[in-house]
């Protein structure tokens, strides 16, 4: 039956001519009504979570792949449900890790017996301990913090239901359809009216715990005057055996409420990145990203922020560090509704040996957003002359009682930056690598310091790549 | 039928309403339209100007520096498109205007022919005329010229008025070019132009938009030799329902290129306005330098704006930088104004004037800027 | 009795959610010439753009009266147009406005007459050369391409042409050399004793003072006026610094 529909679909697609659509192209797909009835079954999913997937499903066949940004051409879609259903495989021994990866904890100086139980799901490592004595701290103040299934059918399920995929519908775009379809694992939480989380949530820990990276699931509330900094697992650089993350984040900051969510990416570099990630800011809210994207082999993520209260406020400070065989395309979208409402975006990005650097982005000032400001400033560093970088900034402004500014730059490592630090004994390849530190010095200071550190460590890494 | 003009070289979310502009009813107007007379003046010696047919034109197109149709990047979905003479409305444009078949004006200047006096090149639409006009403007080796082409109508009157002008400057050539649209508030107005550079060669292009209700104006300037500047001026001015959509394009190809694009508007009732300015660094252009700027000043709240200012590199040695604000007028330019005793209406007209008068005093003909004052007068 | 020109009374004034000053009160007789001065940060800058009307500074407590009038919620231009006056530290640049029609523009609407422009050319002509500025400044645009010094000449090329009552001076001498301090002295002497206004001279340097007559000194400690005294208290600054009053400000907050 379902199958019998999708045909029909299919078609109709197909005879669609319009002449403002321009290279659309359709994949063959490969997921089924059954794989994803599977999920539900193994999941023990409510009927409207079994009902949700399959609706989620006939939308992802029905629509297109973009026809803007990098080229998913390398991505098998017929082979999406073997993504989809390749997390079982996650048990693959530490040989089966990409060398890349390898070295980069060999570097990273992680002791090997460490990094033998990374690679086994079950395993106990230190980390572990870590998690669960923050879990209970933050319990005491009436913090939920739970794995997405639990959540979905435990005390928090009309919560989670009121919330899920509210804030991305499906009908967004064919990633967030397929996330609807396929989603497992991931993180709720929610933190309590006035309650402060001293100490920033992580959630690296459960995701390899339970081996279900590709299309988790992550829904945070704020609930209001709460505030809370969570950081997205991706310190620890994941590997996967599967090549396609399709991951949906949905972040609601209430009324006065704060969250900055801070992400180091460093998915190995066969991957498909095609994350989705959006907050809604209530009245008064104050919604922070801190994104540093270093894996992949291609990405298109743009956290989008929509300033829907009076007063709310957004700032997003990012690094995109494209090296060999990259395609990063990335950015954020600030969408002002609110009165008083403004936007701050900061992002820096690096392209070398031949990777590809986008920086895109929007800024759109509804009629409604009297007084908002926005600010964009974007930077990029091109380190040789086989590698690209692009910058596609929107600005739409529907109101005249608004401020709107925009500042980009392009360059390179100044010749007289590196000679002055090679007359005080550096060596020119150390010199080159502490301009670009320095360069994403205003995304690493957003970062708790241990991050920070790491992530001057992955830059050094790829520095001296390629 | 609908042409897509000013097309994004690298496209975005579709959603944005960016990616390109549309030109509705292009049939309709391909039934109406035909071939208009234009004057010049002051063509001295070393000058020349004839009608040629699309044969020749398109062999002089075809004898300027390596204009090869474009499509590729590796990794990325197609960006550019493929035009064997690049412009910023497009291809679509150039087959619409190529269905007219009209002649093509040619204006040739001579190898190392310098005239001081600028020419004046003006179009007269007259009434309620649906016209268009295709001119090659040919600045042979170290020659130079400054041209000056204006459009005009009765004050109400309603049309088309389309113009197409493919610039070639051969290598150390110059050319001072300032295009003025002051056409009867009910026009449709195309206007685009292609400019391929050669080694050393200079275009300085002003370009003033101020009458007709909807306007399009692209530029794609093709800096092919090393050396090669471009610097252009765009101020508009757009009001009722009016709208413009605007793309210009540097594409830095040769070594040692500048670029330095100004843009500068003004909005007015629910006027809608459209922009797109690329800074293109081309693999090869090492020691190229590009800049561009852009401020709209929103004086209704019915306006609407979008911007949006690409820098595309894949060359290493390069500088480019982009500054864009938009909006009302800020809070310190009023104050500054107020502590002299001069109102936020006064102060708004002061600004629009000096942004227009920015781009009005580059044009070297006293005769053409007193019209231009003129036509503000009675406007504005 | 001197004739009263600006009243200012317990004057609170914030910029977002901060408090700059704090209950201020400060007399200006016409004609007469009070100097501002203070540490970095005393909130100096924020009382000249308070009292000229700086939508940013928002005035939470107090009054401002200016020649009988209450102005503590008139806008800039109007409090412009009752005849006070800012000399910016940083004026605006205006691509496209010559200084000349900028000037013109704002006589105008000063008086709601058109203004005769052969009187206004000579006048602008013999203002400038008091200045030692390029006549050809009139027709360049506001402030664009000026050096520091040349912006300040501009300033109080302003003021010479405007006719204020009162003007407010910021910092009008920092960044200049001596050359240049000289012809700006030149220019607010001019001001001061030929047209009879009233200052407020905001400095933390004296260079500018020498060639003016002073009548008060006030010093503004973190946001409160903890002193006022004669011209002497000039030469006492320069001297001793603000150790003094700083110290005092510290032992009157802790009561």
Not at chain 2, 2 to 19: A, Q, S, Y
Not at chain 2, 111 to 122: D, I, K, N, S, Y
Not at chain 2, 227 to 235: E, I, M, W
Not at chain 2, 344 to 352: D, F, G, K, N, S
Request: charged share 25%.
């Amino acid at each position: 039956m379902a199958k019998a529909k999708i045909q029909e679909v299919d078609r109709s697609l197909y005879d669609f001519k319009d002449d403002e659509s321009h290279g659309f192209y359709r994949m063959e797909e490969g997921l089924t009504a059954d794989i994803v009835g599977q999920i539900s079954d193994e999941k023990h999913d409510p009927d409207w979570m079994r009902e949700w997937r399959l609706y989620c499903l006939d939308l992802y066949n029905q629509m297109s792949v973009p026809d803007w940004g990098p080229s998913i051409e390398g991505l098998d879609m017929d082979r999406i449900s073997s993504y989809v259903r390749s997390k079982s495989d996650m048990k693959g021994d530490w040989k089966e890790v990409p060398d890349e990866i390898k070295n980069t904890f060999e570097k990273l100086g992680i002791p090997q017996a460490e990094r033998e139980s990374l690679a086994g799901v079950g395993a106990q490592y230190d980390s572990e301990l870590v998690y669960h004595n923050l879990q209970e701290d933050v319990a005491k103040q009436g913090v939920v913090y739970t794995g997405f299934e639990e959540a979905v059918t435990g005390e928090y399920s009309d919560m989670v239901k009121e919330y899920f995929m509210k804030l991305v519908p499906p009908t967004d775009h064919k990633f967030a359809a397929l996330h609807g379809a396929v989603w497992s694992g991931g993180s709720f939480v929610y933190v309590p009216k006035g309650v402060h989380v001293e100490i920033p949530l992580q959630s690296y820990f459960r995701l390899n715990a339970k081996g279900a990276g590709q299309f988790e699931h992550t829904l945070i509330i704020v609930d209001e005057g709460a505030d809370l900094h969570f950081i997205e697992g991706c310190s620890a650089p994941k590997w996967n055996v599967a090549n396609l993350h399709a991951g949906c984040v949905e972040l609601y900051v209430k009324k006065n409420a704060r969250l900055r969510y801070s992400t180091i990416e460093n998915w190995s570099k066969n991957m498909y990145n095609l994350n989705t990630k959006r907050a809604l800011v209530e009245e008064g809210g104050r919604m922070e990203w801190v994104s540093g994207s270093f894996g992949s082999h291609v990405s298109y993520l743009y956290p989008t922020t929509i300033l829907k209260g009076d007063h709310s406020h957004c700032e997003f400070t990012g690094i995109t560090f494209a090296g060999k065989g990259q395609n990063l395309d990335t950015g954020a979208k600030m969408i002002h509704i609110g009165k008083d409402t403004s936007s701050f975006i900061d992002t820096k990005s690096i392209s070398k040996s031949g990777g590809i650097s986008t920086y895109r982005s929007a800024v759109v000032i509804e009629k409604s957003a009297e007084n908002a400001k926005a600010s964009v400033s974007c930077a990029s560093l091109m380190l040789d002359s086989k590698s690209r970088s692009d910058t596609i900034p929107a600005m739409t402004v529907k109101t005249n009682k608004a401020d709107v500014g925009h500042e980009a730059k392009i360059g390179r490592i100044s010749d007289e930056a590196v000679f002055y630090l090679m007359s005080r004994g550096i060596s020119e390849s150390e010199a080159r690598a502490m301009i670009v530190s320095g360069f994403a010095n205003p995304v690493s200071k957003e970062l708790p310091l241990e991050y920070a550190a790491e992530m001057n460590n992955l830059i050094r890494l790829e520095m001296e790549n390629g | 039928m609908n042409i897509t003009v000013n097309r994004l070289p690298d496209l975005t979310w579709n959603r944005l309403g960016m990616n390109y502009g549309v030109i509705r009813d292009a049939d309709n107007l391909l039934r109406q339209a035909a071939g208009i007379d234009t004057t010049q003046e002051g063509l001295e010696a070393g000058v020349s100007y004839r009608r040629i047919g699309r044969e020749e034109a398109q062999r002089i197109l075809d004898a300027a520096p390596a204009q090869v149709p474009e499509k590729i990047v590796a990794g990325k979905l197609p960006i550019y498109h493929a035009q064997r003479f690049a412009t910023g409305l497009g291809g679509d444009y150039d087959a619409f205007v190529a269905g007219l078949g009209l002649d093509t004006e040619l204006l040739e200047v001579a190898a190392g022919e310098r005239p001081e006096a600028p020419v004046l090149w003006h179009v007269d639409f007259y009434d309620s005329s649906c016209a268009v006009t295709q001119q090659i403007i040919h600045v042979g080796k170290n020659a130079s010229l400054t041209l000056i082409m204006d459009y005009s109508s009765a004050p109400e009157a309603c049309g088309f008025a389309g113009i197409s002008t493919k610039v070639i400057l051969e290598d150390g050539a110059r050319l001072h070019l300032s295009k003025v649209q002051m056409l009867g508030r009910g026009y449709l107005h195309t206007d685009d132009l292609g400019a391929s550079l050669g080694a050393g060669a200079d275009l300085i292009f002003n370009q003033l938009e101020l009458g007709g209700e909807d306007v399009y104006v692209g530029a794609q300037v093709e800096q092919i030799g090393d050396k090669s500047r471009f610097t252009s001026r765009l101020a508009y001015l757009t009001r009722k329902k009016g709208s413009i959509d605007i793309t210009y394009n540097a594409v830095q190809r040769g070594r040692k290129t500048e670029s330095d694009m100004s843009f500068d508007g003004v909005l007015y009732d629910s006027a809608k306005k459209i922009w797109r300015g690329t800074i293109d660094f081309r693999n090869g252009s090492a020691g190229s330098v590009g800049h561009e700027n852009e401020n709209v000043l929103m004086l209704s709240e019915d306006a609407e704006n979008k911007s949006m200012p690409l820098i595309l590199c894949e060359e290493e040695d390069v500088e480019g930088q982009h500054g864009s604000s938009i909006g009302r007028l800020a809070d310190d330019i009023l104050f500054y104004f107020g502590t002299r005793g001069i109102d936020e209406r006064a102060a708004e007209e002061m600004m629009v004037d000096a942004r227009i008068g920015t781009v009005t005093r580059e044009i070297p003909d006293a005769g053409v800027r007193e019209r231009i004052g003129s036509f503000l007068q009675r406007t504005v | 009795m001197a004739e009263q020109l600006l009243q200012v009374r317990n004057l609170n004034v914030s910029v977002e959610d901060t408090e700059l000053l704090h209950g201020v009160s400060l007399d200006v007789n016409a004609g007469e010439t009070h100097v501002l001065m203070g540490p970095n940060g005393a909130g100096k800058s924020t009382l000249g753009y308070t009292l000229m009307g700086n939508p940013a500074y928002h005035v939470t407590g107090g009054s401002i009266v200016f020649d009988g009038e209450d102005i503590t919620g008139l806008s800039a231009d109007k409090r412009a147009q009752r005849g006070m006056f800012l000399s910016f530290q940083t004026p605006l640049e205006v691509p496209g406005l010559t200084l000349s029609a900028f000037l013109l523009s704002a006589m105008r609407q000063k008086t709601g007459k058109p203004v005769k422009i052969f009187a206004f050319q000579k006048e602008l002509e013999e203002t400038m050369r008091l200045l030692h500025m390029d006549p050809s400044f009139a027709e360049r645009d506001l402030n664009v391409g000026l050096s520091g010094g040349e912006k300040k000449k501009a300033e109080i090329l302003q003021l010479l042409m405007l006719r204020p009552k009162f003007a407010i001076l910021d910092e009008t001498d920092s960044g200049l050399d001596v050359d240049a301090v000289r012809t700006v002295s030149a220019g607010i002497e001019e001001y001061q004793k030929k047209r009879g206004g009233a200052l407020l001279v905001i400095t933390h340097s004296t260079r500018i003072l020498e060639a003016l007559s002073v009548d008060y000194t006030h010093v503004l400690v973190k946001g409160r006026l903890v002193y006022t005294g004669g011209p002497e208290l000039v030469d006492d600054i320069n001297e001793h610094g603000f150790e003094r009053f700083e110290a005092a400000s510290a032992a009157e907050k802790k009561q």
